[in-house]
């Protein structure tokens, strides 16, 4: 079945600088690549995805890249403000659906 | 509100029992998803179901079962419980089959003692 490894777990960043968060999956099926942000006590919430025909999409300060041939996708995150400060799943799903999350990444904005 | 409503917000319960968790899909969407949340982990698939029917199996243990009633509403049953239980279990639904994102519930909060 499908597998999802993502990276860093915990990544701190100065306010202002860039934050990017790698993953990678295993099912060449995968064909949607959604991204969530957890608050803490709260409910994952969406915040961009992106399908498989297309490389890149851009959301205001955050981005998302695919890359298909080596199976890995990246949300990047510019000028980083405190209220960006919360867990990142990274997730992937083929053609059933279901969509398997990453185990998350806790990002920290420093002041 | 995401649309999604998911009972009780908590639950406190011994080991050994036995306790349901409710979901109520966002209006007009067909599949709900279940998930866990422990501590710190991330969120580990369980169960999905479409339009009343199982749809597809994670990680979820034999002590555990659900099911998705017409009205497409579902239930998460607990049995036997462990301590290793406690844990965020979310509901998830979306318009069906297909590449949707999901909309979360708010969480069932269970604890085990």
């Known amino acids: 079945g499908e597998n999802v490894e993502q990276h860093p777990s915990t990544l701190s960043v100065q306010e202002g600088d860039s934050a990017v968060i790698k993953c990678t999956y295993s099912?060449?099926?995968?064909?949607?690549f959604p991204w969530y942000k957890q608050e803490l006590g709260k409910r994952p919430q969406l915040i961009i995805d992106?399908?498989?025909?297309?490389g890149e999409k851009k959301d205001q300060r955050i981005a998302v890249t695919l890359n298909k041939t080596a199976k890995h996708f990246s949300l990047h995150i510019t000028e980083t403000q405190p209220e960006d400060s919360a867990v990142y799943f990274c997730?992937?799903?083929?053609?059933?659906?279901?969509?398997?999350f990453g185990k998350g990444t806790r990002l920290h904005i420093l002041p | 509100d995401s649309g999604v409503t998911q009972t009780p917000k908590h639950l406190i319960t011994a080991t050994g029992q036995r306790v349901t968790l409710r979901c109520s899909p966002r209006?007009?969407?067909?599949?709900v998803y279940w998930y866990q949340q422990s501590l710190d982990q991330g969120l580990q698939f369980l169960i999905q179901?479409?339009?009343?029917?199982?749809?597809a199996k994670g990680n979820i243990l034999e002590r555990f079962s659900a099911q998705q009633f017409p009205d497409l509403h579902s239930e998460l049953n607990l049995s036997s419980l462990e301590l290793g239980d406690s844990a965020l279990y979310f509901c998830?639904?979306?318009?069906?089959?297909?590449?949707?994102?999901?909309?979360f519930g708010s969480g069932t909060r269970l604890t085990v003692v």
């Open positions: 998830a639904s979306s318009v069906g089959p297909g590449t949707y994102g999901y909309t």
């Open positions: 099912d060449s099926a995968s064909n949607y």
């Open positions: 992106i399908r498989s025909n297309v």
């Open positions: 997730a992937a799903s083929a053609r059933d659906d279901k969509i398997i």
């Open positions: 209006s007009g969407d067909l599949s």
């Open positions: 179901y479409y339009n009343g029917e199982e749809r």
